[in-house]
């Protein structure tokens, strides 16, 4: 597959989800490595949508480790029941946060940071990781996203 994405930019968000799903699940079948998998989610998502940061966290000794990311540097550790991503380890669930700072123990890695969408890797029934995608407007997340990248971590074999 080449390594370039074909993607509407006057599309909508659902059907630049459409467009880009199957893409990603081509990418990612020819490729075993977990870290060059992450690092091409993370790339082709930031570079459809333009989100502020997105990126992966993984399990690591009871704890979420920074993975694969776009975006600026950010928080390297975060423990269990912590912030949104701890929480949504946790609980095994996605969270959608319409405004951070409404989220008690919400983890600013940035001030930018405005609403937050994470999602869990389930592996075996554990959580192995979260994604993690962050937008600098407020309420930029919708059912819509937690649709579309529950289904992209499905085809591409992370939940
Ligand atoms: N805001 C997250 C921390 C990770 S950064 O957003 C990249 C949280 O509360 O878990």
């Given at each position: 597959?080449?390594?370039?994405l074909?993607i ?8 630049k989800y459409?467009?880009l799903?199957?893409?990603i ?13 992450l690092a091409n989610i993370a790339a082709a998502l930031k570079q459809t949508f333009g989100f502020f940061w997105v990126g992966f ?11 694969p990311f776009q975006g600026p540097?950010a ?42 969408i ?13 994604l993690d995608i962050d937008s600098d407007?407020?309420?930029d997340?919708?059912?819509?996203d937690?649709?579309?990248l529950?289904?992209l ?7």
């Open positions: 597959m080449a390594e370039e074909h509407a930019t006057t599309a909508s968000k659902a059907d459409e467009q799903i199957p893409q699940k081509g990418l990612v079948q020819g490729e075993e490595d977990l870290v060059a998998n966290y993984l399990v690591k000794n009871e704890e979420l480790v920074l993975g540097i928080c390297t550790r975060i423990k269990r029941g912590k912030g949104v991503c701890g929480t949504s380890w946790e609980r095994a669930e996605t969270i959608l946060v319409p405004d951070v700072d409404a989220f008690p123990g919400h983890i600013a890695c940035s001030s930018d940071s405005k609403s937050e994470v999602l869990p890797l389930i592996k075996n029934m554990e959580v192995i990781g979260v407007q407020l309420n997340f919708d059912e819509i937690q649709k579309y529950e289904e971590l499905s085809v591409t074999g992370f939940v």
